[in-house]
């Protein structure tokens, strides 16, 4: 049985035709195939504001929170389980009916879902040096022998696609997860990544918002690992 994952086009074309993005505000929703690739940031948003991704936003909450506290950062959350792109949207489409918000005050037009494997947005979608920062938390920790070859971060196209997509000496990743081994195995395979390296300041810039499973694992008395690897050039 293979270490790592092997992944080809015929693997992306049977698991992403339904890959979609989603405009929160709008509920507009275009097929990802329709969209030039790479994506143009500033025409896709209509600003020239700074990009930063979640990858796997679970039920939303960090995505809903750090959007609304910085309206002048644009946000896009990536997730492929169904799932979770639905309850996502219900959060988003709960939060404006509870607070009235107006859809066109600008509330939330910063957000974007994308409904698609990770992987292939970010190496056939994400234009290079244009991220400011990658969120990943609790990513699925695979815990079974044989399920490890799925996790996300033995994925050497996944890891080159961060490096090469975000920012020099500004761009960051953010990783949280309360599954030790796998941390450990994260800034294992993060060393071999030369364009990154680890910093010890600054472990969150959003510390105080949490994400679903963060709750629910803080609640249940598990450690919290955390980690922050900065681009710089060479």
Do not use: C
Not at 27 to 46: H, N, Q, Y
Not at 63 to 89: D, I, W
């Amino acid at each position: 049985m293979r270490e790592n994952p092997d992944y080809n086009d015929i693997y992306y074309q049977n698991t992403t035709n339904y890959s979609q993005i989603i405009d929160i505000v709008t509920e507009r929703v275009i097929p990802l195939s329709d969209l030039a690739a790479p994506i143009d940031w500033e025409g896709f948003f209509g600003n020239a504001h700074p990009v930063e991704i979640e990858i796997g936003f679970g039920k939303g909450r960090f995505l809903l929170e750090t959007s609304k506290r910085h309206p002048k950062v644009n946000y896009v959350g990536v997730e492929r389980a169904q799932k979770y792109v639905g309850l996502t949207r219900e959060r988003f489409e709960k939060y404006m009916q509870h607070f009235g918000v107006d859809k066109t005050s600008g509330t939330f037009s910063n957000v974007r879902l994308a409904w698609a494997d990770a992987n292939y947005f970010l190496t056939r979608y994400v234009p290079a040096a244009s991220v400011q920062a990658y969120h990943i938390y609790f990513p699925d920790p695979w815990p079974k022998k044989r399920q490890r070859k799925r996790r996300i971060f033995r994925n050497q196209d996944f890891l080159s696609a961060l490096a090469e997509t975000l920012k020099s000496d500004v761009g960051r990743l953010y990783i949280a997860t309360d599954y030790e081994t796998y941390f450990w195995e994260i800034q294992e395979r993060l060393s071999q990544v030369s364009a990154l390296r680890p910093i010890e300041e600054n472990l969150s810039p959003d510390r105080d918002i949490t994400t679903n499973f963060e709750m629910k694992y803080t609640s249940e008395g598990r450690e919290i690992y955390r980690a922050v690897y900065e681009k710089f050039s060479s």
